[in-house]
């Protein structure tokens, strides 16, 4: 790469654990002053008179309106792009797409099926590419994540987030939320233990990539990763519990066969407190939900953070921009 290449995120694993710190951060600094009215107006011109192009492969809903609200945040034009909008996929190759986009925009979001996509479009781009969701990783929701458990475990330390020591469990499917999850909860000194049926682990590839996560925290400082098939043992001792559709954009073909494999599997107040999650435990679901994977009791219960997690997304979209795209992926 060029010394002038642009900084892309694609994952958290190309964050230090610093660099996640402060995005997270930023993201609940910017939360309050814009929230309290204090706004900030040396950001709101930020990207003035700039397109950032949207190219979206798949439906959404909170990464699509917190995207095109942070754009606007910053006096940027947001492009979205969805996949009958444009060549892309049927009549042009990824190729000159990136380089047709990156000549005239600010940045390019986008959300693709394989990963190798939005990675081919960040290589040839002269723009920042932020993923939006592919089939690995899902960093802008990471950072919300985070973000909704500090405001929910609030610490004064001015060094860290203040998560050293707690326990995350997803209850599920080994997913493109999991694998950023994982990195993140590593990098962060949290613990993350993951229960999946049988048949659906972690892919051993993705399980180096958590472990190479690890060796990037502090020393002696990073979170553990735990796997198990059965809900009860991840939970043990769990300050969230977390857990994401069964079946993800594009797997809708499995559906019956995932559905079965998965029972057993829903969330629910009798199977935290059979499990020992801790008295203070909290739920979290990046969205959409499907009533299979929670109960309505937790979901809509005291206990459910999901509807705040969903909010942080313009949160962390906000971050995000301001460090890859308005202060050319210098973190600070
Ligand atoms: N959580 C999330 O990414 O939701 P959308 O698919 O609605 O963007
Ligand atoms: N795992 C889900 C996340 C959606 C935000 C999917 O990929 O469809």
């Not at 990156?102 to 960040?122: E, N």
């Not at 987030?161 to 707690?166: A, I, N, Q, V």
């Not at 219960?301 to 992926?329: I, T």
């Amino acid at each position: 790469t060029s010394p002038f290449a642009p900084r892309h995120l694609l994952s958290i694993a190309d964050l230090t654990p610093a660099e996640l710190t402060t995005l997270v951060r930023n993201a609940g600094k910017h939360k309050t002053d814009i929230k309290s009215g204090n706004g900030w107006p040396h950001l709101s011109s930020a990207l003035a008179g700039k397109t950032v192009a949207m190219t979206f492969s798949k439906r959404s809903t909170r990464t699509r309106v917190s995207t095109e609200g942070a754009i606007a945040a910053f006096g940027g034009t947001p492009m979205f792009l969805g996949k009958d909008d444009i060549q892309l996929g049927v009549n042009e190759s990824l190729y000159d797409t990136s380089l047709v986009l990156s000549s005239m925009t600010a940045a390019i979001v986008a959300r693709v099926g394989p990963h190798s996509d939005v990675a081919d479009l960040a290589k040839h781009s002269s723009v920042p590419v932020i993923n939006a969701l592919s089939d690995l990783y899902h960093p802008m929701q990471i950072i919300a994540d985070f973000l909704t458990i500090t405001e929910i475990n609030p610490s004064s330390s001015t060094t860290s987030l203040g998560l050293e020591g707690m326990k995350i469990a997803w209850i599920g499917d080994a997913n493109n939320v999991l694998f950023d999850l994982a990195i993140g909860a590593v990098k962060l000194g949290v613990d993350i233990a993951v229960a999946t049926p049988k048949g659906y682990e972690i892919p051993a590839a993705m399980r180096s990539v958590i472990e190479h996560a690890a060796s990037t925290a502090p020393q002696g400082k990073a979170g553990k990763l735990t796997e198990t098939t059965v809900p009860e043992e991840a939970i043990k001792g769990a300050d969230i519990l977390v857990t994401d559709t069964w079946v993800s954009m594009g797997q809708e073909e499995e559906t019956a066969k995932r559905l079965k494999a998965f029972e057993g599997f829903q969330i629910t107040s009798e199977l935290a407190q059979r499990g020992g999650a801790k008295d203070s435990w909290s739920f979290m679901h990046c969205l959409p939900r499907h009533p299979e994977e929670v109960s309505d009791e937790v979901f809509y219960g005291p206990r459910s953070v999901v509807f705040r997690e969903a909010e942080n997304r313009l949160w962390s979209a906000v971050s995000v921009l301001e460090s890859f795209v308005v202060n050319k992926g210098k973190i600070q």
